[in-house]
């Protein structure tokens, strides 16, 4: 690791906890005692192995939208719409098992892949329509897949009130045992320590699919036409890359890594469609793309942390500090990047003096 | 479900709209993509409510919901100004930390009780035209007339007043403007906080007048960035923005009255039979902000005209460019 990457990392930590602290002082003028907060949050997400395995359910999504989020942002294709293709990757892994497509005494060894199938081909369509109204007709791409999201959201609560409603509550019935990811607790049976633990599959599903993008965005010849065209269009243009094209195949891409966040999330944890399935796991994909610096393998750690803020946060009051403190480390984090920036304009500078 | 009835309502509606609208257009004519509408326009809702509550002067709310929602804005000036930082991220950033905001500091509001709003009135004279009388200027709320005097006046500030064309020109061409003396980043951080201004009172305009009350991130539900899409739509023409602006807030009103009646147009109305029905009703003004885009873009391709110049790019002196 050269210099300039060390510096980076400590920057970003840095902006962290410039974040904390800021994030420290409203809750104080709110009338909180920040410290205590803190330490409770740190807590409740690392404090025992049960939550700290919670903690990890909690990443497993994230890791997977800040993945869908880091390959568009990589090519400079904005795509905002993580939220919704989640929902739709939820909604396709149901629809497998809902429909039923295949019964519930169907094998998981192809349930489940059936169901990961489907989830990241849902997400895949909700990310290629802004990728083809990009690409065919420049249209915003940051607007129109902030729309889906909205629509994605209708849509799934029109099969979750109307369609697969169990007796008129607002959720589907629970998925049989065969469309359930494996937790660890499954294991307890051999290893008693692992009773209770809620980590399952999806984790797995996750950190190959961090592998596996790192390795096309850094080892392959598509991710150095990604690079090259966020980097530079002209120059990727002169090359003959074909940048419409490719813009729909990131855009599927990306829609497919949420959708499958979202099929992992139904299928390892809540067991049914339901509407409450994301406290917002595509917008904070946003964010930990962005701490992660786009890199796909660092994008595993930052999960990691947000998971824990998301995990402690739904127990302190107010109930909006976890966004607080994510917007207040995303901008913590852009201003932090100035400093960086400054710092080298500095050294150009005496050199050429 | 009285056509007249909707369009009224839909005139108030889209009043929240054009404010937001008009906001963004002034901040995106001098070069600066402000994504962090819908986070101001939340922070001036919730200040708006909560002020108005404390001090039972619903004027005052408006003051305060603007002025911080201005205050709010210039942290993305400042990012994307002075630090030269990528105007998208910092635009989302703005929307979490306002989102944030607003949800800590409005903690409890949706409990509070009844508050003062602001006064609707009917114009004399002008309510007894046909049709346009009942729409437009009977028992419209204040801040309805206010939007309507908005229109005139920003399209004339921006087309035919020496400030309008300095602002013209710092989005267009700043290399240029700055040559002439006008200060890029001044002018910028001056229509980033107008953007703020109008994001905050279109907050306000929610929370104290149009659909009174706070119901965190539901008062807003994404108007913000509707309004994003429809300063593209209008071209960064305020006449068009405000066209774009009433007719969503008329199809936000149709789709809340059209689940009504039990008839439509003498035929059975299914939406009435069949509430689930209402769902896709919901998608409608988000896909016709997608399908007003296309349109937008298409035109802008054939016309040849489209986005400021230098929109989106930080203005570096003595750099090659724009």
């Known amino acids: 690791m050269d210099q300039s990457k060390w510096l980076g990392l400590a920057v970003s930590t840095g902006a962290v906890v410039v974040a904390l602290i800021l994030g420290g002082v409203i809750l104080f003028l709110v009338g909180g005692n920040p410290v205590r907060t803190y330490i409770f949050m740190a807590k409740a997400s690392f404090g025992s192995l049960g939550v700290l395995s919670d903690t990890l359910t909690k990443a497993t999504p994230l890791i997977l939208t800040g993945l869908a989020c880091a390959i568009a942002f990589r090519m400079r294709l904005w795509n905002i719409g993580a939220e919704g293709q989640f929902f739709l990757g939820a909604f396709g892994a149901s629809a497998v098992v809902l429909t039923p497509l295949l019964g519930a005494d169907t094998s998981p060894w192809i349930m489940l892949p059936a169901m990961m199938l489907a989830g990241a081909l849902a997400g895949a369509l909700w990310g290629f329509i802004p990728g083809y109204l990009k690409a065919r007709f420049d249209v915003n791409e940051i607007i129109s897949s902030l729309m889906m999201n909205y629509i994605a959201i209708a849509w799934n609560n029109f099969f979750i009130f109307a369609v697969w409603s169990e007796g008129g509550f607002q959720m589907s019935p629970q998925f049989p045992r065969s469309a359930w990811l494996p937790r660890l607790t499954n294991y307890s049976q051999s290893a008693p320590i692992l009773q209770g633990l809620t980590t399952h599959m999806g984790l797995i599903i996750g950190l190959v699919a961090a592998v596996i993008i790192w390795w096309i965005v850094f080892r392959s010849r598509w991710g150095y036409e990604i690079r090259l065209i966020g980097d530079n269009p002209r120059a990727a243009r002169y090359a003959g890359i074909n940048i419409a094209r490719n813009t729909i195949l990131v855009m599927m891409l990306s829609g497919a890594l949420a959708g499958l966040a979202g099929m992992s999330e139904i299928s390892g944890v809540v067991h049914r469609l339901q509407g409450s399935i994301s406290p917002g796991y595509g917008f904070t994909g946003i964010i930990i793309a962005w701490l992660a610096k786009l890199n796909p393998l660092i994008i595993i750690p930052v999960s990691i942390l947000f998971g824990a803020l998301i995990l402690a946060g739904r127990e302190i009051q107010p109930s909006g500090i976890p966004t607080l403190l994510q917007g207040i480390i995303l901008v913590s984090l852009i201003a932090s990047d100035f400093l960086l920036r400054y710092k080298i304009r500095f050294t150009k500078r005496t050199q050429e003096a | 479900m009285d056509p007249i009835i909707i369009l009224q309502a839909g005139v108030a509606s889209g009043t929240v709209l054009l404010f937001a609208t008009i906001g963004e257009l002034f901040a995106e004519r001098s070069g600066v993509m402000n994504l962090g509408v819908e986070g101001m326009m939340l922070i001036g809702a919730m200040s708006a409510f909560s002020v108005a509550i404390a ?268």
């Open chain 2, 55 to 322: 001090t039972s002067n619903p004027w005052l709310g408006v003051l305060v919901a603007m002025l911080v929602a201005g205050l709010l804005s210039q942290v993305h000036a400042v990012i994307t100004i002075q630090f030269q930082a990528d105007q998208v991220v910092s635009g989302l950033a703005l929307t979490f930390l306002g989102t944030g905001l607003s949800l800590v500091f409005g903690e409890g509001l949706s409990a509070a009780g009844a508050v003062s709003l602001l006064p609707s009135y009917t114009i004399p004279g002008l309510s007894v035209l046909p049709i346009l009388g009942p729409i437009l200027f009977t028992n419209q709320n204040i801040l309805v007339y206010l939007g309507f005097l908005t229109i005139p006046l920003t399209w004339y500030y921006i087309n035919r007043t020496r400030q309008g064309m300095h602002l013209r020109a710092v989005g267009e061409f700043p290399a240029a403007a700055d040559a002439l003396g006008i200060n890029v980043a001044r002018l910028r951080y001056i229509y980033v906080f107008v953007g703020g201004l109008f994001a905050g009172l279109s907050g306000a305009a929610i929370s104290l007048a149009i659909s009174p009350g706070w119901f965190s991130q539901l008062t807003t539900s994404g108007q913000g960035w509707i309004a994003i899409g429809l300063v593209i739509f209008a071209q960064w023409n305020p006449i068009r923005a405000a066209v774009g602006s009433y007719a969503f807030g008329a199809l936000r009103r149709l789709i809340f009255d059209i689940q009504g009646p039990t008839k439509i147009l003498g035929l059975r109305n299914p939406f009435f039979y069949n509430s689930y029905l209402g769902f896709f009703l919901q998608m409608l003004p988000f896909a016709f902000t997608i399908i007003v885009l296309v349109i937008g873009s298409r035109e802008a391709m054939r016309k040849r005209i489209g986005a400021p110049a230098a929109l989106g790019l930080p203005y570096i002196r003595g750099e090659r460019g724009l």
